[in-house]
């Protein structure tokens, strides 16, 4: 008797006597070998979803691509938190843009307007919008130009409806990652490629400097940044425009911060060493 002794009545008899662990890849029943299925690797496409949408503004319903939920898996990141993916670049998903009217968000922020705001997007967004002809939201995948136009026009949205310097500063942030995930596609001496390095330098100074006002005037957390994880990207951005006294002194602060973790206080460390190096 065995853990398989009553297969045999489902016509599997060759495992009566089988054990687990010492099966091998390939099982060879009635003289034929059986190989493991071959996994598909997965494509971009795999990896999204089409969501149904309401404009806040217009009224307008449509859909929109967004990633489904638990399928990435992040690969890296940078110093600055731009955090890198197999097989796909949830940011080229993050913000919806009505097709009508061309109010646009990021996704957990598209229906949080009060009336204020609306008459505002009307009267300045609406009243002069022309959807792009490239732009074709039944595409199957974003691609990143697409996906950098989406957060352009989120970022002039929220200029217009008066966003705080916290959410001008995140959508700036996320937009410079966009755009230097971009930039990889491209060849360097293209032209859109020195347009991308001087929209990217423009990007960062925004966010560097949309987080510093934040951090001394807003509640903290904003949008998942907290106490320690903003001065970092602060300091972060500090670095990467060559701010470096301004980064050393925000870093600092997570470094002898007494709620920062061990994660975030070796990220910042690391930091310090490379902002040392070149003061």
Known sequence: MGLFSDMDKMGLSDFKDSEILKQEETVKRNNKEVKPAVKRELTEKDYLLLRDYECPVCEWKFKALSVK???????????????HYE???????????CPCCGYSAIASQFNKLISIQKDL??????TYYMPDDDWDD????????MAVTKFKLALVCAMVKRGKASELAFLSLKLHWLIESYME????ESEEYKKCVEDDNECMRN???GFKKAFSSENLPIYGLD???MPYIISA???ELGEYEGAKSMIGRVITSRTANERIKELARDLKDMIDEKI
Do not use: F, W
Request: charged share 35%; hydrophobic share 30%; proline share 2%.
């Open 69 to 83: 939920a638990g399928k990435v898996r992040q690969t890296g990141h940078d110093i600055d938190m731009r955090i």
């Open 87 to 97: 097989g796909i670049d949830p940011v080229k998903y993050e913000v919806i843009s």
């Open 121 to 126: 997007i009307k009267q300045q967004i609406s």
């Open 138 to 145: 039944d595409e199957d995948v974003y691609d990143y130009k």
């Open 185 to 188: 596609e491209l060849d360097k």
């Open 207 to 209: 966010a560097y400097d």
């Open 227 to 229: 106490e320690n994880t």
């Open 237 to 239: 951005l500090g670095y």
